[in-house]
């Protein structure tokens, strides 16, 4: 599969723990998105990778979160002491340069915290 | 700010008939639309976007500046076109950030 990967699928923690996401985009893509979505809302944007460097960031984004993409191929997403109202579907996306907003997703990670 | 608006949640139709999933936008510069579509257990996906003035899959969509609307239609409905779709928009110049609708869930009955 070529295709956006992302692992694990589902990740199940308490609260207070730290968790880590990672994301392998297709590989000739120079963009790297992360989105999070909650149950009956569209994706929504959390931060933005053109190769290595982080260049936007949502709002959304508290300090409890940070993302990086090393060496511009894969991206992680960690969460700090995660909060109950962390859980959502944590989505990435990746694309090219030039076709900028056809993006590619992956499946997603499934964050539930208890 | 940049809102997008899908005012249907779930919209049901049977199969021949035409279908039109609104999108309705809020931005003041120029915007780029996007329909995403998601079926069931698969990645969500692009399905067209405004500049490209292309048929998808029988689905076309027409960006309406003055009524702010980007609404996606298909004359024939098919049982396949059951999914859930998004409508996103994109500021120029924001790096292709896409800000997504809350999505319509279209069921087209047998």
């Known amino acids: 599969d070529t295709g956006v990967s992302q692992n694990p699928r589902h990740k199940i923690t308490k609260r207070g723990q730290n968790v880590t996401f990672r994301c392998d985009p297709i590989?000739?893509?120079?963009?790297l998105y992360w989105y999070r979505q909650t149950l009956g809302q569209g994706p929504e944007f959390l931060t933005y990778?053109?190769?290595?460097?982080?260049?936007?960031k949502s709002r959304l984004l508290s300090d409890r979160f940070s993302a990086e993409r090393p060496k511009g191929s894969f991206s992680t997403l960690e969460i700090q002491r995660t909060e109950q109202g962390d859980s959502a579907m944590y989505l990435c996306?990746?694309?090219?340069?030039?076709?900028?907003?056809?993006?590619?997703f992956g499946s997603g990670t499934q964050l539930s915290v208890l | 700010a940049q809102r997008v608006t899908q005012p249907e949640k779930l919209l049901s139709v049977f199969k021949g008939a035409p279908v039109e999933l609104k999108c309705n936008y809020s931005?003041?510069?120029?915007?780029?639309l996007f329909w995403y579509v998601q079926y069931s257990r698969q990645r969500l996906q692009l399905l067209l976007r405004?500049?490209s003035r292309e048929s998808i899959k029988g689905f076309t969509a027409d960006l309406n500046k003055g009524e702010t609307s980007f609404h996606l239609k298909k004359p024939f409905a098919q049982e396949e076109d059951s999914a859930m779709y998004y409508c996103a928009l994109s500021a120029r110049g924001s790096n292709y950030k896409l800000t997504f609708g809350k999505g319509t869930l279209l069921t087209v009955n047998p």
């Open positions: 931005y003041s510069g120029s915007p780029e």
């Open positions: 996306a990746s694309s090219l340069l030039e076709e900028g907003g056809k993006l590619f």
């Open positions: 990778f053109q190769n290595e460097a982080q260049l936007e």
């Open positions: 405004h500049i």
């Open positions: 590989s000739e893509h120079n963009r």
